[in-house]
């Protein structure tokens, strides 16, 4: 996977920099989480002492665990408790700081937001993550990796109970408030968020990172501009 083909892109933005305000989501757009999954789901198989499950990898494209399990032969229909079970054990750990620290940045992302920064292009992070079960986890995965990461370019839902969308179209609505002289470019990989952040700010310049997303939706937003990943042999 890489941020390559975002060279024009960085050419306009470092063209308008004084202009210009780059919004980061995290997961799926910045960070490959199949790594997160991966070490639960195989912590989860010695616990339980499913050994074949232990083979079983996350695909890059896959989302969440589910489709790891299809492929190694767990339909729901034949092993629903251990679908349960197994998503239970995720979802508790998945949401956590704990795991942060095993996803890994696609490659380039690192270089293409510092060369943001060293422009003088101000950073956000804007993510679905909630402050309690994933801020520390968060800052310090940020910080390890080597992005620009103040604590006032961070921003996570203040609680888990808030809705992913709306906490992100309400937070996107602030920012162009606040630089009404500037453009807005969001980076986001899930088009539930593309198309009410779109639907609702035309003026935002959505950039849609085609990694893997809900499958909920699909991009509908006419002027989004779409960057698909290319996988490396
Ligand atoms: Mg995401």
């Given amino acids: 996977m890489t941020f390559e083909n975002l060279t024009r892109l ?13 919004v980061f ?8 989480v199949s790594p997160r999954s991966e070490k639960i789901l ?18 890059i494209k896959d989302w969440g665990i589910y489709e790891s399990l299809l492929r190694a032969g767990y339909h729901h229909h034949k092993h629903e408790d251990l679908h349960a079970q197994l998503k239970k054990y995720w979802m508790e750990r998945f949401f956590s700081s704990n795991y942060l ?18 422009n003088q292009i101000p ?19 940020l910080k390890k990796w080597g992005f620009p990461a103040k604590p006032e370019q961070i921003h996570l839902k203040p609680h888990k109970s808030f809705d992913d969308h709306l906490f992100k ?15 807005v470019y969001l980076f ?8 009410l952040i779109g639907q609702s700010l035309p003026q ?30």
């Fill in 10 to 22: 960085y050419q306009e933005l470092v063209l308008h920099q004084k202009h210009s305000i780059c």
């Fill in 25 to 32: 989501d995290l997961d799926s757009t910045l960070f490959n």
């Fill in 42 to 59: 195989h912590e989860f198989a010695e616990e339980m002492q499913l050994m074949d499950l232990l083979k079983v990898s996350i695909e």
């Fill in 101 to 118: 620290h095993y996803d890994t940045p696609y490659l380039g992302a690192i270089y293409f937001v510092q060369l943001l920064h060293k």
């Fill in 123 to 141: 950073i956000y992070y804007l993510t679905g993550r909630d402050v309690e079960r994933m801020g520390v986890g968060t800052a310090a995965v």
């Fill in 169 to 183: 179209l309400e937070w996107v609505r602030q920012i162009v408030e606040k630089y009404e002289n500037s453009t």
């Fill in 188 to 195: 986001e990989n899930e088009p539930v968020n593309i198309n």
């Fill in 204 to 233: 935002v310049r959505l950039i849609y990172m085609n990694s893997t997303h809900s499958r909920k939706e699909t991009v509908s937003v006419p002027h989004t501009e779409i960057f698909n990943y290319t996988v490396e042999s």
